[in-house]
Every structure is written in structure tokens, then in C-alpha cells.
Nanobody, 126 residues
Framework: QVQLVESGGRLVQAGDSLRLSCATSGFTFSRYVMGWFRQAPGKERDFVAAVSWSGDKTRYADSVKGRFTIFRDNAKNTVYLRMNSLKPEDTAVYYC???????????????????WGQGTQVFVSS
């Protein structure tokens, strides 16, 4: 059974840092691109970041570039999102997702991700 379980979300203040984790099981983690998406209240789910199978390639949304870092540990079947300099507009439910898609240019598209976690809430107060 495929499982993705996010953790680490909580209430923080603007300027703080936070690290989200996504522990996975039930599939060959090292063969999947992993991504993070987020959804704010009343808005669509947006791409945040993606990391390639080996971790040698990453991609970020413009809104988080330079502040967020995605990385993975294939030995632990876990992907992480390090978030620095958090802003109130980063408030959202954050989801991790797995994709077997080989076209790296499509990794910002939620439709290429086949498996999703339940999400973890991040709230950034001003």
C-alpha cells in the first residue's frame, strides 16, 4: 500500500524557518520524482518544489526560490522541504507527491503526480 505522510507543519512567525518531512512507503522511492505542493484557503493547489530521483536536479516556484530547499534521503524513503524566511503568504496546507514521469519539464504540473499525502498545515503569522 502506497503511503506518503507529511509532518512538521505548525504555527510560526514571519521570518522563521521550518522543515517539513514526507515519509513514504509501498513503492520504490528512489525511482520517483518527489514534489511539494501547497494549497491556501480558497485557492488552487500550487507547485512549490520538485527533486529528481537521485536528488541532483531541483526545481522551484518563483515565489519560494532562494528561500525553500527540497532534498531527499533515498535510504530513508523521505523527502524534505526546508523553508526559510517564511512569510504570511506561505500559509497553506503543504502536500508531498510522487511522480513516475520521466519528463522533468512537466514536474510543476500536479497532474503528473500519481500519489499524494494528506497534507500538513503551515501557518505563518505576521
Amino acid at each position: 500500500q502506497v503511503q506518503l505522510v507529511e509532518s512538521g507543519g505548525r504555527l510560526v512567525q514571519a521570518g522563521d524557518s521550518l522543515r517539513l518531512s514526507c515519509a513514504t512507503s509501498g513503492f520504490t522511492f528512489s525511482r520517483y520524482v518527489m514534489g511539494w505542493f501547497r494549497q491556501a484557503p480558497g485557492k488552487e493547489r500550487d507547485f512549490v518544489a520538485a527533486v529528481s530521483w537521485s536528488g541532483d536536479k531541483t526545481r522551484y516556484a518563483d515565489s519560494v526560490k532562494g528561500r525553500f530547499t527540497i532534498f531527499r534521503d533515498n535510504a530513508k524513503n523521505t523527502v524534505y522541504l526546508r523553508m526559510n524566511s517564511l512569510k504570511p503568504e506561505d500559509t497553506a496546507v503543504y502536500y508531498c507527491a510522487a511522480s513516475y514521469e520521466s519528463n522533468w519539464s512537466s514536474m510543476g504540473d500536479s497532474r503528473v503526480y500519481s500519489n499524494w499525502g494528506q497534507g500538513t498545515q503551515v501557518f505563518v503569522s505576521s
